[in-house]
């Protein structure tokens, strides 16, 4: 029955294949499904199956079927159809435009085969994204005359045209070359009159509904790139506002009206825009009238009252982006204005994530452009050019201010007040509280953080920081009067304290410093006396972590006060010992915030104190952390290291250091002594436990302290590596004697966990020391067999991946001065590592991309080791780097091209430059051919472009002075390396994408090696490339344009830096380390 099907000499055996399809939608036994997905691909594949698909689709009833038909012949219009010969490609035009004409021609076979004509026309798109402009000139003027002939085809026609505008013009990019867009976009652009005389035909004489609905989809397709002249200079915009009010086509015009409402193009056409705004609000206030409470009647809505206010927020978002000045210039204009921002205010209130999001989005953009005209006053011609002035004529100044911008900030005013009121009422929860209501009403630890609400919190916290700069009073006496209410009861919820507390920690550094001491007095006695005077434990846990956030946030004020810094710290204390879920956990979390920015506040003795702050705390340490999980101690040690890094006298920190570390050290000194007498003593599991806690104590107090750990970890180093050495013994006789599945039993994890936290502990303090080599030379030559003879003897599955990064850190940190010890780190992890993580692209995930770290690290810093290897040991390196750049994880794939690139250039300008790119030259090009077009490895687009880049270069530059060809098997003597290159280039692409023409790749080849010195154009060669190539159609293409993307935000960042508020104060990294 199969063969029947696989033999395409003859015309394929239509019931047969209406029934391998019915099987596998599932009218068959699961075999039966299976087989049929085996054919049906096989058919698929088949390069000659698209040659029946007209006889398929004349003869087949079943629509799943006609269906795969045409999904056969959309990828031979999508990848082949420039290599079908005319006759063929004229053949497939001809017949599905007879198909659709014939079904669309009258209503009730339109009806019945809705579905089958509307993915006929999605195949019809396709072949005119190959076709128009030059070689099917007559398509649109055959479409439009086929279209008057009936309402039907009419409405068909509609379609067609909405399909090949959002084709061009929204979803091109990466599926098309730029020159084919322009193209397309310049024809669609010619041809337009003959598409809007027949639009306005069809509104204003039609009584047909759907026809009208298609129609004004259709130019909701269009209007965001036709020439302005058939928007402005015709009756469109009239036809649109007669059809706004009428029920079945709100939504849509609504639609069109948002896509003409954010077009922007100097101010010819401002008149007509004021006016559609104007009747626009009149007709508004019949459909929902002013003062509407909008939230309830979404609530309350259908979905299609729902889709209207969402699509209202997007007009007003829309226009006032785009026409709010126009708006405000003349007086007669500005009480429509004021209406429609007290309606998206409305809107606002709305309980819906997108529909917030749309009006956000335009809040955070207006209040920016009001802040800015204000913010760049010290700049005259900026601010003439904001206001739309000529500098000469800047206007009179009131109070400090341009008069104009008094004018506005007085019109805005109003509006601007509701809008602090809804920020603090809907404010988003910071990524720092960590506690929330459940389902049922109950306080309990927040187990995920949701990405989209921080992504939120952070457009909120921006926009009100701009509107605290445009009137701090009005922001500081809405929030204080919230705050009263709370501690009055008349609004008291954990919602509104919540939401309340969020809006004053994000407005941190955006008040001048005497103002926000001020606030902040009163904001934290209240939220003090709140606590207090509140009953019930979930109360309190809220109030708690109010309180928590908002000190966190304010560093400035507390370094300012050290009576309140003091208090806010001793509160910490306080709630160290609540239990209530996550209550400790953000205590200790912002106990090490504010630490990091007040630390030398705790190592002065303050006036009316009789130690420093520290000295007191150690003291009474075992009591503060005594209610805290292993986790938090861990936390807190932390934030007690930050405080003895900062004090300048040796002595004084190295006795601080001593009695922190004071009580894991007792307990240290007991376990080594114990073990001493009776090394069984080392194996019980809560002793494990035990030590696996002291180290991870000492790796927490090593992270902060980084060199003036020193003293600390001299004193157990060597009893570690014993202890190390003696686990890692454990683990091997537990794997030879248990098997396998030993390895996963719960003492060998334990036991590994040891080994892991002191490697870990070394590499934190290695990585956080000052380069001192002293250090490396002292620690190095001890671990080179606990560590690493260790790593070599272990079974694959005893081998810590640690050790690697360990190896990797120390490397990065000495460079050259680790030189020595290069071949025995080589000799003891390279093959053995090697051999476990080439067998499959998924066994031991770390080991892989530390490996490839350590290797990169060798590379960078010990490029002579290298040198030094045998050629059959840097063939294994090579290996390995391209092993690990086609890994489609992405982190192990970077690794591998970046070591490649540091590789490439070490040897360029090293003496054995000929020999190494003899050897890999080609096979390094063919490789990075293969990732670059798999459409697997995107993410490394900006890389592979790099080494092409490198390789074009170098073979042009003359630096190869040996052939790149073997003369052996290479008959033609090129008379240079460039001509070989590009030979060679030319047939490895050609053999790789037999769809496209020799003429197609020599071009391209060509462009490579005339934009070889130009990166950006390179590289945008090498993306049309890949579109020609068809590899990279129909998919996400971000990746490609990673590079671009990542220089804006690079600049999104500099804006930031330069308003006060809107990086943290907690998060900059400047004077807010503490002075």
């Known amino acids: 029955m199969a063969e029947r099907l696989r033999d395409l000499s003859q015309p394929i055996d239509v019931p047969l294949l209406d029934a391998t399809v019915a099987a596998f939608y599932g009218t068959g036994s699961k075999e039966e499904r299976s087989a049929a997905d085996q054919i049906l691909r096989e058919l698929q594949n088949n390069h000659d199956t698209w040659l029946q698909v007209v006889h398929i689709l004349q003869n087949s009833q079943n629509l799943n079927t006609k269906f795969f038909a045409l999904q056969v012949l959309e990828n031979v219009i999508k990848y082949r159809w420039n290599a079908l010969p005319v006759e063929q490609r004229d053949g497939i035009k001809n017949y599905i435009s007879d198909v659709i004409v014939q079904l669309s021609s009258n209503e009730s076979s339109f009806r019945k085969e809705r579905l089958y004509v509307n993915k006929l026309n999605v195949i019809l798109v396709q072949v005119l994204k190959h076709e128009l402009p030059a070689r099917w000139q007559s398509f649109i003027p055959d479409l439009l005359s086929a279209a008057k002939s009936s309402e039907t085809i009419c409405e068909n026609c509609m379609a067609i045209l909405k399909l090949l505008s959002e084709e061009v013009f929204d979803f091109s990019r990466g599926e098309m070359t730029q020159q084919k867009i322009k193209e397309l976009k310049q024809s669609l652009n010619s041809e337009f009159q003959l598409i809007h005389e027949l639009c306005l035909y069809v509104l204003s004489a039609s009584q047909r509904t759907e026809l009208i609905r298609a129609t004004l989809a259709t130019l909701h397709a269009f209007l965001s790139w036709i020439p302005l002249g058939y928007i402005f200079e015709s009756p469109l915009l009239e036809i649109l506002l007669k059809f706004f009010p009428m029920g079945s086509y709100q939504n849509l015009t609504l639609q069109c009206l948002t896509e003409v409402a954010a077009l922007q193009f100097g101010d010819f056409y401002d008149p007509q825009y004021v006016k559609m705004y104007t009747i626009f609000m009149v007709q508004l206030q019949t459909i929902i009238p002013h003062g509407t409470n909008f939230a309830e009647a979404y609530t309350n809505g259908s979905s299609e009252e729902q889709a209207f206010i969402q699509n209202l ?158 009137d701090h009073e009005d922001t500081e006496q809405q929030m204080l009067k919230k705050l009263n209410k709370q501690l009055s009861g008349d609004e008291w919820s954990w919602n509104n304290l919540n939401t309340l507390c969020w809006a004053i920690g994000s407005i941190s550094g955006s008040m001048m410093e005497e103002q926000e001491n001020r606030f902040l007095v009163m904001v934290i006695r209240d939220l003090l006396n709140l606590c207090e005077i509140t009953k019930g434990k979930d109360n309190k846990a809220v109030i708690a972590s109010n309180i928590m956030y908002v000190v966190g946030q304010y560093p400035r004020f507390l370094r300012a006060h050290w009576k309140f810094l003091k208090t806010v710290v001793n509160k910490l204390f306080e709630f160290m010992h609540e239990t209530h879920p996550g209550v400790q956990d953000m205590a200790c979390d912002t106990f090490l915030k504010i630490v990091q920015k007040c630390k030398r506040k705790f190592v002065t003795t303050q006036v009316g104190e009789n130690e420093p702050f520290v000295s007191e705390l150690l003291s009474s340490l075992s009591i503060t952390v005594s209610d805290l999980q292993p986790h938090q101690v861990h936390s807190f040690y932390e934030s007690v290291g930050q405080m003895i890094q900062a004090e300048p006298l040796p002595a004084k920190r190295d006795e601080y250091l001593r009695r922190l570390m004071d009580l894991p050290n007792q307990k240290w000194a007991e376990i080594i002594g114990q073990a001493s007498h009776s090394v069984d003593f080392l194996k019980d599991q809560d002793v494990i436990r035990t030590v696996l806690n002291i180290l991870q104590t ?378």
């Open 698 to 1075: 000492n790796t927490s107090a090593a992270n902060s302290l980084g060199t003036y750990f020193f003293p600390q970890i001299s004193l157990i180093f060597l009893d570690m590596l014993t202890v190390y050495r003696m686990y890692s013994e454990l683990i091997s006789n537990s794997i030879v004697e248990g098997g396998p599945f030993a390895s996963k039993t719960s003492f060998v994890k334990l036991l590994r966990s040891v080994k892991r936290e002191t490697l870990k502990l070394i590499e934190t303090f290695i990585d956080k020391a000052e380069d001192q080599p002293h250090i490396g030379k002292q620690f190095v030559p001890p671990m080179m067999d606990p560590v690493l003879g260790d790593y070599a003897r272990n079974l694959p599955d005893a081998r810590e991946s640690e050790v690697l990064s360990l190896f990797a850190t120390i490397i990065n940190k000495y460079k050259i001065v680790m030189m020595e010890y290069v071949p025995r780190i080589f000799e003891a992890v390279f093959q053995c590592t090697l051999e476990m993580i080439t067998k499959n692209f998924e066994d031991y995930p770390e080991h892989r991309l530390k490996f490839f770290s350590l290797l990169c690290a060798i590379g960078t810093h010990c490029f002579q080791a290298l040198i030094q290897l045998s050629s059959q040991q840097l063939k294994l390196v090579m290996d390995s780097i391209i092993w690990a750049f086609r890994h489609t994880e992405r982190n192990i794939a970077e690794t591998g091209l970046n070591l490649l690139l540091e590789l490439l250039k070490n040897f360029q300008v090293s003496e054995f430059c000929n020999q190494f790119y003899r050897t890999y030259f080609l096979t390094i090009e063919q490789e990075i051919f293969a990732v670059l077009t798999d459409t697997f490895h995107k993410p490394g687009f900006k890389l592979h472009v790099l080494v092409l880049q490198h390789l074009f270069c170098l073979v042009d530059s003359g630096a190869l002075t040996e052939p790149l060809w073997d003369s052996s098997t290479v008959p033609y003597p090129y008379p240079n390396n460039t001509m070989f290159f590009r030979d060679y280039t030319i047939k490895l692409l050609g053999s790789s994408f037999p769809n496209m023409s020799v003429a197609e790749i020599t071009t391209f080849v060509g462009g490579l090696f005339e934009s070889k010195n130009d990166p950006p154009n390179f590289k945008n060669h090498i993306r049309d490339f890949l579109v020609q190539s068809k590899e990279f159609s129909a998919q996400d293409n971000k990746d490609l344009y990673a590079e671009e993307a990542a220089v804006l935000r690079e600049q999104e960042r500099q804006r930031m830096l330069s308003v006060p508020g809107l990086i943290a104060p907690n998060e900059r990294q400047d004077e807010m380390l503490d002075s």
């Open 313 to 470: 927020a997007l007009f007003f978002a829309s226009f006032f982006k785009s026409h709010i000045r126009v708006l405000e210039s003349a007086p007669a204009n500005r009480g429509g204005l004021l209406m429609g921002l007290e309606y998206l205010i409305g809107i606002s209130y709305v309980d819906d994530t997108e529909v917030f999001k749309v009006c956000l989005d335009y809040w955070n953009l207006l209040v920016l452009e009001l802040f800015e005209a204000h913010h760049n006053l010290e700049n005259p011609a900026l601010t003439a050019s904001l206001m739309r002035l000529q500098p000469t004529l800047m206007p009179e100044v009131v109070d400090g201010l341009p008069s104009p911008l008094v004018q506005r900030r007085q019109l805005y005013s109003v509006p601007l007040s509701k809008l602090r009121t809804l920020m603090i009422c809907r404010m988003a929860k910071p990524e720092e509280i960590l506690i929330a209501e459940d389902e049922n009403g109950n306080i309990v630890r927040e187990t995920m953080k949701d990405i989209d609400v921080l992504v939120q919190y952070k457009i909120m916290r921006e926009t009100l920081i701009y509107l605290s700069h445009l």
